[in-house]
């Protein structure tokens, strides 16, 4: 048993010191060696991966709960609510918003999804680097290090300049390969996409690149998740404009998409080919103003363990810069999670967790590897269960509760869970 453990501790060391460990280049030109750290990049993520699953049967007592059920079924509801003829795009970026981006894209990759969506070629090449065939469509620009990885590990670009298009089609030229790109339209979000009065320009011009092949054309909508629609609807109207241009440059794309999780929960006039399932996939509202017109389960669970109890007295302080003060005689639990697990500071006097579905309150300042809470006179032992988001009992407390606590979003509080909290899937 002892050694089998040590082998266990070396592949991990192993995967640790090849993902994490700076390596010096090799002695080439700039741009070879530029080209050959990119074309590990896939590999390197996907070694990350590989440590992270590994981390699945660690005896350390705080992980991320992931439930694959609820993920799927949040995508039967997505289904039962566009309908059939609309494929769904299962965005997976940002490792599937904190929840594990290999196992969340193997799960529903083919069967839940038709389509995955990512922010980096990196992340795509990873996917594929785990046998994931399903299209991969990449949301960013492709920089001149990342172009070749697009042919390599055929993933979809997204272009909305003739620059993206040049590069990609020099790609496509050397590898003998045609590459499928969705042209972004802009429409009011102003982060990237093409504007209406270049895009007659742009179309003739990509008609004369043989290696470039427009699989999709789509746009972000900046404001779905509010009540109000207005903006979401000129946005839409701006993009029927454009669609109108494509039309009459007898381009014929096969997906037309730009329904993300707030569109698609209330606009069906948006649905077009494709929608893009992000934050509802995984059980959250894009908003506190979005409508649930489809039933959704939290398919994430932070929980921990508590590690010690002891009493003080009252007048004492707890933690860091002493903010807090017991107000009388109290038990005070410590749980082995802190801000470096993404359990931010700011949270510091204004959150609770859950222990025996009943709430007490964090105690002080939140560190970097612990906290503490008061649990009064209850009765806490050494080795209880601890929710920070999720339910126990009857009692719950959602992302959108601690995200409000800092005046920010679940998206973030989900990504900044850091990959040294295990995700362990049920």
């Known amino acids: 048993m002892v050694e089998k453990l040590s082998l266990t501790f070396k592949a991990r060391k192993a995967i640790f010191n090849r993902t994490f460990k700076h390596r010096p280049p090799p002695a080439c030109p700039a741009v070879r060696d530029s080209e050959k750290r990119n074309r590990r990049a896939g590999r390197r993520l996907s070694d990350v991966l590989s440590f992270i699953d590994s981390l699945k049967n660690t005896t350390r007592p705080t992980v991320a709960e992931i439930s694959l059920q609820a993920i799927a079924y949040n995508l039967r509801g997505i289904r039962e609510k566009v309908g059939k003829n609309v494929k769904i795009m299962g965005v997976v970026k940002a490792n599937a918003y904190g929840h594990g981006l290999a196992e969340v894209a193997r799960s529903i990759a083919g069967t839940s999804a038709d389509y995955l ?176 017109s489809i039933p959704l389960l939290p398919a994430m669970t932070l929980k921990t363990n508590v590690a010690f109890v002891k009493w003080i007295e009252k007048g004492e302080s707890v933690s860091y810069g002493r903010r807090y003060f017991a107000k009388r005689e109290t038990k005070i639990a410590t749980l082995p999670i802190g801000y470096a697990d993404g359990y931010a500071r700011l949270l510091t006097g204004r959150v609770s967790v859950l222990i025996h579905g009943k709430k007490f309150p964090v105690a002080g300042t939140i560190c970097m590897d612990q906290i503490m809470v008061d649990v009064g006179r209850s009765d806490v032992r050494v080795g209880d269960e601890v929710v920070l988001i999720g339910k126990q009992g009857r009692s719950a407390i959602s992302a959108w509760d601690v995200a409000s606590f800092i005046e920010t979003i679940p998206y973030e509080i989900f990504t900044g869970i850091t990959s040294r909290v295990p995700r362990v899937y049920v």
Do not use: W
Not at 132 to 137: E, H, S, Y
Not at 170 to 194: C, D, F, P, Q, Y
């Open 117 to 292: 969506g990512v922010a980096f070629p990196e992340e795509g090449v990873a996917l594929r680097e785990q046998q994931i065939t399903a299209p991969i469509l990449v949301f960013t620009l492709a920089t001149r290090s990342q172009a070749h990885l697009y042919s390599e590990f055929n993933l979809e670009a997204t272009v909305c300049s003739l620059e993206d298009c040049r590069l990609l089609n020099a790609v496509g030229e050397k590898s003998g390969k045609t590459l499928s790109v969705h042209v972004k339209i802009e429409t009011g979000m102003n982060r990237i996409g093409i504007q209406d009065k270049k895009l007659n320009r742009f179309l003739k011009s990509i008609k004369k690149m043989r290696r470039i092949e427009i699989k999709g054309v789509y746009t972000h909508f900046a404001q779905s998740g509010i009540r109000d629609k207005k903006y979401t609807k000129q946005q839409l109207s701006n993009f029927y404009g454009a669609l109108e241009i494509i039309k009459n440059a007898n381009v014929s794309p096969e997906y037309i998409h730009c329904a993300n999780s707030g569109a698609l929960l209330d606009m069906p006039e948006t649905y077009f080919d494709m929608v893009r399932a992000g934050i509802t996939m995984y059980g959250c509202y894009p908003s506190l103003e979005s409508s649930e």
